[in-house]
């Protein structure tokens, strides 16, 4: 029988899959980081795909068949957008970096309920915040990472940035450009 979900969701990233199809990964209160496949989404005609863009905030369902991994979205509806300062290239840049930083501290499978409010909290400020400032997305970035078990030597901390850091602990590179360094 399948199994059904709705939740609220944060989209984190989206890859083209196919001719219309998208493979969506949403980070979900309950179920931490999942993986989804929003068919026909990327048809001119679809309702859902603007709704679907990362950073945005939504409320979603799926249905997957036993306990695959393969999940199927169904519904979504659109909440908020994360990301509302237009004419600043260098906000859109850290939140892009933000994004991808909060995708690989992201556990699969586990509920993250208190990482996944605070990942939001980020990204809100990154995106919208007027008083704008990268030592306090450093400083919430490695909160983040604490959060997740994700510890770095204070030495190393004060000199780095939140990307450095997180790559030495993580032992891989996030993709970001250079200039991404939040």
Do not use: F, K
């Given at each position: 029988m399948p199994l059904r979900s709705t939740t609220p969701a944060l989209v984190l990233r989206t890859r083209n899959y196919g001719e219309k199809d998208r493979w969506i990964t949403l980070?979900?209160?309950?179920?931490?980081r999942i993986d989804v496949l929003a068919k026909g989404v990327r048809s001119l005609t679809s309702k859902r795909r603007s709704a679907l863009?990362?950073?945005?905030l939504i409320r979603c369902s799926w249905t997957s068949k036993g306990q695959s991994d393969f999940h199927i979205l169904t519904e979504t509806?659109?909440?908020e957008s994360l990301f509302q300062i237009t004419g600043s290239l260098d906000r859109v840049r850290d939140f892009t970096a933000v994004l991808?930083?909060?995708?690989?501290l992201a556990l699969e499978a586990f509920e993250q309920e208190e990482y996944s409010a605070s990942a939001i909290q980020v990204l809100?400020?990154?995106?919208?915040a007027t008083d704008y400032n990268r030592a306090v997305v450093r400083k919430l970035l490695l909160q983040l990472a604490e959060m997740q078990g994700v510890v770095a030597e204070h030495q190393q901390r004060d000199q780095?940035?939140?990307?450095?850091?997180?790559?030495?602990?993580?032992?891989r590179k996030i993709r970001s450009f250079a200039y991404l360094r939040v």
């Open positions: 980070l979900t209160p309950e179920d931490g863009q990362a950073g945005n509806t659109y909440e991808e930083i909060v995708h690989y809100r400020y990154v995106g919208q780095m940035s939140a990307s450095d850091v997180l790559e030495s602990v993580l032992g």
